[in-house]
């Protein structure tokens, strides 16, 4: 029978019969089996220091361009060109990778009945409570209530809030959608023009605070001069407010980045397309860059799509916010300036987000429903880039990126910035047991080599079952490292059971060491290696992910399934 473990992934687990009987490296007798297979944790080796970029390339209609090749792209690393080591397609059509099996041990089992579709699309929902005001908010809850009206059999939505006052998890019920909607509202601590005398935004703050920016506290003088404040104790006054602002603005941008990179986690462990849409008005995150890019390769790692939607509307960099009254005429004209700067630095973090993952930042226009149609739709095309930069210093400095193309005519390309060197050694069996759980934890299917595999399912009463999962691998376009006239290599198999909703259910591991001699691995193994995975479940629709990895060559390759079990 097998076994599993609640939680986001299971470490050894047992429970993993092995189908095969053939003929049983380093420092292996001549009589040593061919396979064996163990449940210890295994060690991995993995590649080091290598840089994803994603990157999007529409034509001049906006349509994505999915036939371009390694050749056609360029890749500079602090403006040097680098060697693109690691080139993937990535098409977004989870749905086409499920596969509906149903095959009943049981004597005279009835045949299963239609399935509906099994959610193959998982989008969350973030609304920037901390930083959206009334009007804003109103705007985009209205227009988002009638996106979701339409949401796909397949699809799923969830609603977070960036104060975490307001949560829905992934569902596709209209009814909890919309109450949930209904009760978002802004939750921002930050003061308004109308409340604040003198009012001092985030950036204005950061300017007269973090930079000295001499005009930015010349402006607030005046101001706060008149509000009534004694000219002698008036620029003080306003370095306070400052201060003040600052503040509360430097805490809801790392609460807002905290909740972020949280949800990307929560999207992460869904087992189809997951994608998260910030709705904002954008945020600073000057001096939080560092959390931003993190948010960046993390989403990049689980393979998350980050859009942006702005949810200001139809604004222009000509005209200053009209929501903000200057009392000082003076200042005025300074004020304006700043906002302005301020409206395009906030929409730029938006934009990065968007750039860095191969999302979408939709802006500067009220169709709010087009833009929840867009945010929410990830590219149908995009091109992961991978390099391994050479002599990289662990400093944890940023490097820049830039993507270009050799021939870039009447195309728009859209990539990943920049990333932060590592602090320190990459740990190599950290990184391949993360790269096994986020193949787990998606759905694309991965064919590095051969792998396929069928259900089975035994009910021994109406309220318990066993779910067999066979599976077979082909082992022979593996890169084996040779040993002691050995073909040596170990498989760390594993198998996840998701419920139809996505939610992960439980999962087995096995590591397979093959100590495989010429003979067997040219004609031996033809068939493949088969393994049986058996799971007590109760009656019930259920998708089964497949992931297999080999520790020498990196090779990966992963299978998606669905068997209902009436």
Same mark, same amino acid.
Do not use: W
């Given at each position: 029978?097998?076994?599993?473990?609640?939680?986001?992934?299971?470490?050894?687990?047992?429970?993993?019969?092995?189908?095969?009987?053939?003929?049983?490296?380093?420092?292996?007798?001549?009589?040593?089996?061919?396979?064996?297979?163990?449940?210890?944790?295994?060690?991995?080796?993995?590649?080091?220091?290598?840089?994803?970029?994603?990157?999007?390339?529409?034509?001049?209609?906006?349509?994505?361009?999915?036939?371009?090749?390694?050749?056609?792209?360029?890749?500079?690393?602090?403006?040097?060109?680098?060697?693109?080591?690691?080139?993937? +397609?990535?098409?977004? @059509?989870? &749905?086409? %990778?499920?596969?509906?099996?149903?095959?009943? #041990? *049981?004597?005279? =089992? !009835? /045949?299963?009945?239609?399935?509906?579709?099994?959610?193959?699309?998982?989008?969350?929902?973030?609304?920037?409570?901390?930083? +959206?005001?009334?009007? @804003?908010? &109103?705007? %985009?809850?209205?227009?988002?209530?009638?996106? #979701? *009206?339409?949401? =796909? !059999? /397949?699809?799923?939505?969830?609603?977070?809030?960036?104060?975490?006052?307001?949560?829905?998890?992934?569902?596709?019920?209209?009814?909890?959608?919309? @109450?949930?909607?209904?009760?978002?509202?802004?939750?921002?601590?930050?003061?308004?023009?109308?409340?604040?005398?003198?009012?001092?935004?985030?950036?204005?703050?950061?300017?007269?605070?973090?930079?000295?920016?001499?005009?930015?506290?010349?402006?607030?003088?005046?101001?706060?001069?008149?509000?009534?404040?004694?000219?002698?104790?008036?620029?003080?006054?306003?370095?306070?407010?400052?201060?003040?602002?600052?503040?509360?603005?430097?805490?809801?941008?790392?609460?807002?980045?905290?909740?972020?990179?949280?949800?990307?986690?929560?999207?992460?462990?869904?087992?189809?397309?997951?994608?998260?849409?910030?709705?904002?008005?954008?945020?600073?995150?000057?001096?939080?860059?560092?959390?931003?890019?993190?948010?960046?390769?993390?989403?990049?790692?689980?393979?998350?799509?980050?859009?942006?939607?702005?949810?200001?509307?139809?604004?222009?960099?000509?005209?200053?916010?009209?929501?903000?009254?200057?009392?000082?005429?003076?200042?005025?004209?300074?004020?304006?300036?700043?906002?302005?700067?301020?409206?395009?630095?906030?929409?730029?973090?938006?934009?990065?987000?968007?750039?860095?993952?191969?999302?979408?930042?939709?802006?500067?226009?009220?169709?709010?429903?087009?833009?929840?149609?867009?945010?929410?739709?990830?590219?149908?095309?995009?091109?992961?880039?991978?390099?391994?930069?050479?002599?990289?210093?662990?400093?944890?400095?940023?490097?820049?990126?830039?993507?270009?193309?050799?021939?870039?005519?009447?195309?728009?390309?859209?990539?990943?910035?920049?990333?932060?060197?590592?602090?320190?050694?990459?740990?190599?069996?950290?990184?391949?047991?993360?790269?096994?759980?986020?193949?787990?934890?998606?759905?694309?299917?991965?064919?590095?080599?051969?792998?396929?595999?069928?259900?089975?399912?035994?009910?021994?009463?109406?309220?318990?079952?066993?779910?067999?999962?066979?599976?077979?691998?082909?082992?022979?376009?593996?890169?084996?490292?040779?040993?002691?006239?050995?073909?040596?290599?170990?498989?760390?198999?594993?198998?996840?059971?998701?419920?139809?909703?996505?939610?992960?259910?439980?999962?087995?591991?096995?590591?397979?060491?093959?100590?495989?001699?010429?003979?067997?691995?040219?004609?031996?193994?033809?068939?493949?290696?088969?393994?049986?995975?058996?799971?007590?479940?109760?009656?019930?629709?259920?998708?089964?992910?497949?992931?297999?990895?080999?520790?020498?060559?990196?090779?990966?390759?992963?299978?998606?399934?669905?068997?209902?079990?009436?």
């Amino acid at each position: 029978m097998g076994h599993g473990v609640q939680g986001r992934f299971p470490c050894s687990l047992p429970g993993l019969a092995l189908l095969i009987a053939i003929p049983a490296c380093a420092q292996a007798p001549a009589s040593s089996p061919e396979l064996s297979s163990h449940d210890s944790e295994p060690t991995f080796q993995t590649r080091v220091n290598l840089v994803t970029v994603p990157v999007v390339v529409r034509d001049h209609q906006g349509k994505t361009v999915g036939n371009l090749t390694k050749e056609d792209f360029l890749l500079f690393d602090k403006g040097k060109p680098q060697v693109i080591s690691k080139f993937t +397609l990535e098409r977004q @059509d989870a &749905s086409a %990778a499920i596969r509906e099996e149903t095959s009943g #041990l *049981a004597s005279g =089992a !009835p /045949a299963p009945k239609a399935l509906e579709p099994i959610a193959s699309q998982f989008t969350a929902y973030v609304f920037d409570d901390l930083h +959206l005001d009334f009007a @804003d908010l &109103s705007q %985009a809850r209205t227009a988002a209530e009638k996106h #979701l *009206a339409g949401l =796909a !059999p /397949a699809s799923r939505a969830a609603i977070f809030t960036t104060s975490g006052l307001t949560t829905l998890d992934f569902t596709n019920d209209q009814a909890r959608l919309k @109450d949930t909607l209904r009760r978002l509202m802004p939750r921002s601590r930050a003061g308004t023009p109308q409340t604040e005398c003198p009012y001092v935004s985030y950036y204005m703050a950061d300017r007269i605070v973090n930079f000295n920016d001499a005009t930015a506290l010349q402006a607030e003088t005046l101001e706060a001069i008149a509000c009534g404040d004694p000219p002698q104790t008036a620029q003080s006054d306003a370095r306070g407010a400052a201060m003040h602002a600052l503040s509360v603005g430097e805490l809801e941008t790392r609460t807002t980045l905290s909740v972020l990179r949280d949800i990307v986690r929560r999207a992460g462990a869904m087992p189809g397309a997951r994608s998260v849409v910030l709705i904002s008005p954008g945020f600073l995150s000057t001096r939080d860059q560092p959390e931003l890019t993190g948010i960046v390769e993390q989403a990049i790692r689980l393979n998350v799509v980050i859009s942006g939607l702005d949810a200001r509307g139809l604004y222009t960099t000509g005209v200053a916010d009209a929501s903000r009254q200057v009392r000082s005429e003076q200042a005025q004209q300074m004020i304006d300036s700043y906002d302005r700067d301020a409206a395009l630095t906030q929409a730029d973090t938006l934009a990065e987000l968007a750039d860095g993952t191969g999302g979408s930042f939709f802006h500067n226009s009220n169709d709010l429903f087009a833009g929840f149609e867009q945010a929410a739709t990830p590219p149908a095309v995009v091109y992961l880039l991978g390099f391994s930069p050479e002599n990289l210093k662990n400093d944890g400095k940023y490097h820049v990126l830039k993507v270009g193309l050799k021939d870039a005519a009447g195309l728009n390309l859209r990539a990943r910035r920049g990333y932060y060197a590592p602090k320190a050694d990459v740990d190599a069996a950290g990184q391949a047991r993360q790269e096994i759980e986020d193949a787990l934890f998606s759905r694309q299917e991965l064919r590095d080599f051969p792998i396929s595999f069928h259900t089975q399912f035994f009910k021994a009463s109406d309220q318990s079952a066993t779910l067999s999962v066979l599976a077979r691998l082909d082992v022979r376009r593996i890169h084996f490292r040779k040993e002691q006239n050995r073909n040596c290599d170990d498989l760390t198999v594993v198998s996840a059971l998701f419920d139809r909703n996505g939610n992960f259910i439980k999962a087995t591991e096995k590591r397979l060491e093959l100590r495989l001699k010429d003979s067997t691995l040219e004609s031996g193994v033809s068939a493949g290696i088969a393994v049986k995975t058996s799971f007590d479940v109760t009656p019930g629709s259920y998708v089964i992910r497949l992931v297999v990895r080999d520790a020498q060559g990196q090779m990966m390759s992963a299978a998606n399934g669905a068997v209902e079990i009436p």
